[in-house]
């Protein structure tokens, strides 16, 4: 399948194997972005979205804060991410220490290290743990619990770490260089990964039949 070179964090930030690295595809990072516009503009107001009002946490999931260019949603948002060396990954906003945005360095086996500023700022979270064992989505559901402001490959157990109201939406996710096909959950409606069928993900599949 082919991969694109028109993201800028894609074409310049390697996957990292020893962290478990693996990026989705252009098209699906668009979709979750237009997925993420709506749900931040459609929470607050315009004049609210310059407050602090609606806190995104990105965990795990660099490729999509990175390719963020929305000054108001990143002016409120957070990477937690074990790799440091994403700090830099998204610069279309200066930060100063005292802002609750930008990078966090984070470990899920050591979430008792998350730093007292961050407990009860966050509204929404887009995750993709590096492993999709019990252990790992245990360790990032503690996490939420400590950085959400309000509590609102494993359905049952996403169900059970998040609330009956987690449900699997129609638009997989597309990551070129993973073979397993994963899904994308949400405790929320979604407007557009919930409305149509991954074209890239359907074609790929076609074309692993074909091959086989
Ligand atoms: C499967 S990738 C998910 C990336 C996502 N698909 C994307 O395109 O942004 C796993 C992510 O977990 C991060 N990671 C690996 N080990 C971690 C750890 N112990 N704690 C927190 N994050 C970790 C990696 O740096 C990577 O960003």
């Known amino acids: ?81 074990i790799d440091s060396s994403l700090a830099l990954s998204n610069n279309t906003i200066k930060l100063t220490s005292e802002d609750i945005c930008g990078y966090v360095s984070f470990d899920f086996n050591k979430i008792d290290l998350i730093d007292k500023r961050y407990y009860n700022k966050f509204d929404m979270f887009v995750i993709d743990p590096p492993f999709v064992t019990i252990d790992a989505w245990k360790k990032y559901a503690e996490a939420v619990k400590i950085i959400v402001s309000n509590l609102c490959e494993n359905g049952q157990l996403l169900q059970e770490l998040f609330g009956k109201e987690m449900k699997p939406l129609k638009f997989l996710p597309c990551i070129p260089t993973l073979v397993y096909q994963y899904c994308f959950f949400a405790n929320f409606d979604c407007m557009f990964l919930d409305s149509f069928k991954n074209e890239e993900v359907l074609s790929s599949i076609d074309e692993m039949v074909m091959k086989h």
Do not use: G
């Open 1 to 81: 399948m082919k991969t694109s070179q028109h993201n800028k964090f894609l074409s310049k930030i390697k996957e990292n194997e020893n962290f478990n690295q693996y990026w989705y595809s252009e098209n699906t990072i668009n979709i979750l972005m237009k997925e993420i516009h709506h749900q931040f503009y459609s929470n607050v107001t315009e004049t609210e979205a310059e407050t602090e009002s609606f806190r995104i946490a990105f965990l795990s999931t660099p490729s999509v804060y990175s390719s963020c260019t929305d000054v108001k949603i990143l002016r409120q948002s957070c990477l937690f991410d």
